[in-house]
């Protein structure tokens, strides 16, 4: 089966999405997510200009060599840009050969090794209060794991705390900007002391029974994570996500040192060469990368099958950043991926669902990617054409004291 022709669709239903389209001559066409929030054109630009022309005339179910050709034959390996266009080709490719066997993506990795998909909420609030509101809210709609934030006394503006809005959903949370980059404030000293009294009101407004998560969003130094990891031990969080920057192996292992509180990371990681030393000296225990920004499903499956030795399980980010395209597919590894533990889900906007129609669904805790050939993700470009590109990049970080640019 020959590969024809593939197309870059570039839109914006409420926030800009890459998704590749790939044509073969036997009619069967496959999708894949290529979004890089905030640098989504630079994507664009690295399928249409410089993977597209290589991709014509290849065998399509050749899968593997295919990835391989895109990663060894560049030369420039890894990065963002790289591995979420060599995602795109990647998944586009599985489903297309899912399709051809008349099958769901999931039968072809192995089956499903169980009957759905945990997912965590978000539930985010201006203050203490409102995310309790917000967290018992989710819990009322029948998430089983619920990740909060709140904002912070003193603090403007606070990742993960949405923007009030009369023409968005209650809890809704875009940080994209659609002019330059806005900067945020920032206090360590101040979040340190407040987000242990957020989940000592959480947990006692909520009980025993949900899984509680938190993303640090790589704010804190090592000590400073350690010492947050110690004060949310009393409330069992289900994990801290992305303490402290990755980029510096030997920090996670001065959190370990200190703290029983589970870790999470890995969304902005791209190949296994990022995650391999924290997983194998046992750093982490959640590693978190995503099929559209770590090559796909067939790099996916390495990552998850090294971390299988050494007891780390799965944990995809699954923001709005990501395509419904990514929300199918990764739905597909996650019902497979034996070492599973857990699938983010925030709901996407009723445009973006309007441009991808998909066969995954959600219900009580749980989600399932369907049983359709494929990844289950299709593309309506007729809608999707009503939603041209606008320009977007996420906030920036300032020190609250002196104007120091710090980790957004």
């Given at each position: 089966?020959?590969?024809?022709?593939?197309?870059?669709?570039?839109?914006?239903?409420?926030?800009?999405?890459?998704?590749?389209?790939?044509?073969?001559?036997?009619?069967?066409?496959?999708?894949?997510?290529?979004?890089?929030?905030?640098?989504?054109?630079?994507?664009?630009?690295?399928?249409?200009?410089?993977?597209?022309?290589?991709?014509?005339?290849?065998?399509?179910?050749?899968?593997?060599?295919?990835?391989?050709?895109?990663?060894?034959?560049?030369?420039?390996?890894?990065?963002?840009?790289?591995?979420?266009?060599?995602?795109?080709?990647?998944?586009?490719?599985?489903?297309?050969?899912?399709?051809?066997?008349?099958?769901?993506?999931?039968?072809?990795?192995?089956?499903?090794?169980?009957?759905?998909?945990?997912?965590?909420?978000?539930?985010?609030?201006?203050?203490?209060?409102?995310?309790?509101?917000?967290?018992?809210?989710?819990?009322?709609?029948?998430?089983?794991?619920?990740?909060?934030?709140?904002?912070?006394?003193?603090?403007?503006?606070?990742?993960?705390?949405?923007?009030?809005?009369?023409?968005?959903?209650?809890?809704?949370?875009?940080?994209?900007?659609?002019?330059?980059?806005?900067?945020?404030?920032?206090?360590?000293?101040?979040?340190?002391?407040?987000?242990?009294?957020?989940?000592?009101?959480?947990?006692s407004a909520v009980g025993d029974e949900p899984h509680l998560l938190h993303d640090v969003h790589h704010r804190l130094t090592p000590i400073e994570a350690a010492r947050l990891g110690k004060d949310l031990e009393p409330y069992r969080l289900f994990w801290m996500e992305d303490p402290t920057p990755a980029e510096n192996t030997d920090a996670f292992r001065l959190i370990r040192q200190h703290t029983t509180t589970p870790v999470a990371v890995g969304e902005v990681f791209n190949t296994i060469w990022d995650c391999k030393p924290l997983i194998e000296q046992q750093l982490i225990d959640y590693i978190r990368t995503t099929v559209v920004h770590a090559g796909g499903i067939t790099h996916l499956r390495r990552i998850a099958d090294l971390a299988s030795l050494y007891q780390v399980r799965t944990g995809c980010h699954g923001a709005t950043d990501l395509s419904p395209v990514c929300m199918g597919a990764a739905l597909h590894f996650d019902l497979w991926v034996p070492n599973f533990g857990i699938q983010e889900h925030m709901p996407h906007s009723a445009e973006t669902d309007a441009v991808f129609p998909h066969a995954y669904t959600y219900a009580n805790g749980f989600m399932h990617p369907g049983e359709v050939p494929g990844h289950g993700v299709t593309i309506d470009k007729a809608v999707a054409a009503k939603y041209p590109y606008k320009r977007a990049y996420l906030p920036v970080n300032r020190q609250q004291h002196d104007g120091t640019l710090w980790n957004w």
């Open positions: 089966m020959k590969i024809t022709g593939a197309n870059v669709v570039v839109c914006c239903p409420g926030r800009n999405f890459v998704t590749l389209e790939i044509e073969t001559d036997e009619g069967l066409v496959g999708l894949g997510d290529a979004t890089l929030n905030g640098r989504e054109l630079a994507v664009a630009s690295y399928l249409s200009d410089h993977v597209v022309p290589c991709l014509i005339g290849r065998d399509a179910h050749r899968i593997e060599d295919i990835w391989q050709y895109l990663y060894r034959g560049a030369y420039w390996r890894r990065g963002p840009v790289t591995m979420s266009a060599i995602a795109a080709v990647d998944t586009a490719l599985w489903d297309i050969k899912a399709k051809a066997a008349g099958l769901p993506l999931y039968q072809l990795l192995g089956g499903a090794s169980r009957t759905g998909v945990m997912v965590y909420a978000h539930a985010n609030g201006r203050d203490i209060d409102e995310t309790v509101d917000e967290v018992l809210r989710h819990q009322a709609l029948g998430y089983k794991a619920i990740r909060a934030q709140s904002g912070v006394p003193g603090l403007d503006k606070v990742y993960g705390v949405g923007k009030a809005s009369a023409d968005q959903p209650k809890g809704h949370y875009e940080p994209a900007d659609a002019s330059l980059p806005s900067e945020h404030d920032w206090s360590t000293e101040k979040y340190l002391r407040h987000a242990p009294r957020l989940f000592e009101a959480v947990r």
